[in-house]
């Protein structure tokens, strides 16, 4: 109890303190203050106390420490999960980009194959048609033949020269009745076994025959299909003179003397 508090006392009551009391007092507070500096001072005393409620302010001021290393720690755990997702975010836009690349190739592989497929169909589908117009030509070629031999004509110049006109408009040979005609009475007269005994040809070994006068060479190189191989057939004889003169003049009508 400090000296302040004795006093205060007194006044409280009302007491009137002479010099005697008031040394009284002075002297308790100081005994008082003495004994409260000794405890404070004594082993296991208040100061003791003070050292012991200390101690847990230490740890208190030790725990903001440990929570900062754990902060640390947990920060370089959320930087190495950035890292580590930053990572796997690349490689899979990477991955995507091979993926797409590898679909495209496929899908333009797959229009190529389907591109041949669809040309070798298409050439297969022309080969069929051209061969079936190659038959249907064919075909009508020997219908054609087989109608001309089915006609019948007469053995005589008429007849021979209207069977080889037929064969002439199935071949594709120029010339007309009259072309042909007039050339025939001018060569041989219509002598299917006329011979030329006297010219260059027979000179040369090669006389000319038939109804339009044609060397055998020239009968080799223009004989008709379909035709007697034969020189003095008079319907042979008629299909490769005009044969050839469509060759060199264009047609029979444009010959009106030797060829």
Not at 13 to 21: C, H, P, W
Not at 180 to 205: K, Q
Request: hydrophobic fraction near 40%; include cysteine.
């Amino acid at each position: 109890m400090t000296v302040t508090r004795i006093l205060d006392r007194f006044r409280l009551t009302g007491t009137r303190l002479n010099t005697t009391q008031r040394t009284s007092a002075l002297g308790l507070a100081a005994v008082t203050g003495a004994a409260t500096l000794a405890l404070g001072f004594a082993p296991g005393g208040e100061q003791g106390d003070t050292r012991a409620e200390a101690r847990p302010a230490a740890a208190s001021a030790a725990l903001p420490a440990e929570t900062a290393a754990q902060a640390d720690e947990l920060s370089a755990e959320q930087g190495g999960l950035r890292a580590r997702a930053s990572t796997a975010y690349q490689q899979a836009q990477t991955d995507a980009v091979e993926a797409a690349q590898k679909a495209e190739a496929a899908q333009k592989a797959e229009a190529e194959k389907e591109a041949e497929a669809q040309a070798e169909t298409r050439a297969q589908v022309q080969a069929e048609r051209a061969a079936e117009a190659g038959t249907g030509q064919a075909a009508s070629r020997s219908h054609e033949r087989d109608a001309a031999a089915a006609t019948e004509y007469p053995d005589n110049l008429d007849g021979w020269i209207r069977e080889a006109l037929a064969i002439m408009e199935r071949e594709g040979i120029p010339g007309t009745y009259e072309g042909i005609h007039r050339n025939i009475m001018r060569e041989s007269s219509g002598n299917p076994r006329a011979i030329n005994t006297w010219d260059i040809n027979a000179r040369n070994g090669v006389p000319s025959k038939g109804l339009l006068q044609v060397i055998q060479p020239t009968f080799d190189a223009y004989h008709v299909e379909g035709t007697e191989y034969d020189l003095y057939d008079p319907v042979a004889n008629i299909v490769a003179a005009c044969n050839y003169a469509a060759d060199r003049y264009g047609s029979m009508d444009n010959v009106d003397s030797a060829y």
